[in-house]
């Protein structure tokens, strides 16, 4: 088995929200039932997990940087030289490699994160993948009623958008100073690139979120009663979000960017976290 701190924490956060299941093999439905999930279903916690390390490498680094002397030269004042002067050291621990590395490292497990994202906000629109909810999540597809596409076109514009700015920046080196500053860390720019998959990630999550939504509110009641049971943490953000008048599960035609913004703003506000917190701290 494979066992690393961030899978571990990644499984905790992924078992708060999952209703447990267990699959049996052979019997008289055999090849009726599906035995194992696609990838972007049946490994969150590590692909997850990978960002989490990113996250806690991140920070210890920066305790580190931060609490550092990184002047150059560095001055000896406690060291007069004989004829008064001050004793000085040049060193290179103004270098940016230890927190560019870093930062790169954090730009490409949120990337795959946003990336296995999509993969399932597009395994729920397509009725080829999505086993059995109405296509595109539409409410009646004969009355031309797009459903919830184009929802996935500005997530992939997203996830594309962040493979490319994933591409590290610590070897980007260009040099300056005629030379004398012949390799840079260019922890700056991928921090600037950082700062837009955050922003990208949490719209693709949004997006995802509007989308498992509308799954369940259109099939929930139509659910043996069985099979309605969610996981602890998945039951409150439904609650949440069904009962509100911003997520309404009429057949009314509306401004599909609007509901689109409202989901991504909830990513962003830290409620969905505010939900679940009590949960993700019993593991």
């Known amino acids: 088995m494979t066992f690393s701190p961030g899978l571990f924490i990644g499984d905790c956060v992924f078992k708060s929200g999952k209703k447990a299941q267990e699959h049996k093999m052979g019997g008289k439905n055999k090849g009726e039932e599906r035995v194992q999930d696609r990838y972007s279903f049946r490994c969150p916690p590590q692909v997850h997990g990978a960002l989490y390390e990113s996250i806690d490498k991140l920070k210890k680094t920066l305790s580190t940087e931060i609490n550092s002397a990184t002047d150059n030269p560095l001055f000896r004042f406690d060291k007069i030289g004989q004829d008064g002067g001050i004793l000085f050291a040049s060193g290179g621990n103004f270098h940016g490699q230890a927190l560019a590395a ?56 997203r996830a594309a958008e962040n493979r490319v700015l994933s591409t590290p920046a610590s070897v980007m080196s260009v040099s300056t100073a005629a030379n004398q500053e012949d390799y840079v ?24 979120l509007l989308c498992a939504l509308r799954g369940l509110q259109l099939t929930y009641n139509k659910l043996p009663k069985g099979l309605r049971e969610l996981g602890k943490g998945t039951q409150k953000v439904y609650n949440e979000l069904s009962g509100s008048s911003h997520f309404p599960p009429e057949k009314t035609v509306r401004y599909l960017r609007t509901e689109m913004m409202r989901s991504i703003e909830l990513v962003r506000s830290g409620r969905l976290i505010e939900l679940v917190k009590d949960l993700m701290t019993d593991h």
């Open 185 to 208: 860390s260019m922890g700056s720019i991928g921090v600037i690139h950082l700062r837009k998959i955050i922003y990208n990630t949490q719209i693709l999550v949004g997006i995802e």
């Open 102 to 157: 870093p930062i790169d490292y954090l730009k490409i497990t949120l990337t795959s994160l946003g990336l296995i994202t999509d993969k399932r906000t597009f395994s729920l629109l397509d009725k080829r993948l999505s086993f059995g909810l109405p296509p595109d999540l539409a409410n009646d597809t004969s009355k031309a009623d797009g459903g919830l596409m184009v929802l996935q076109y500005a997530g992939a514009a």
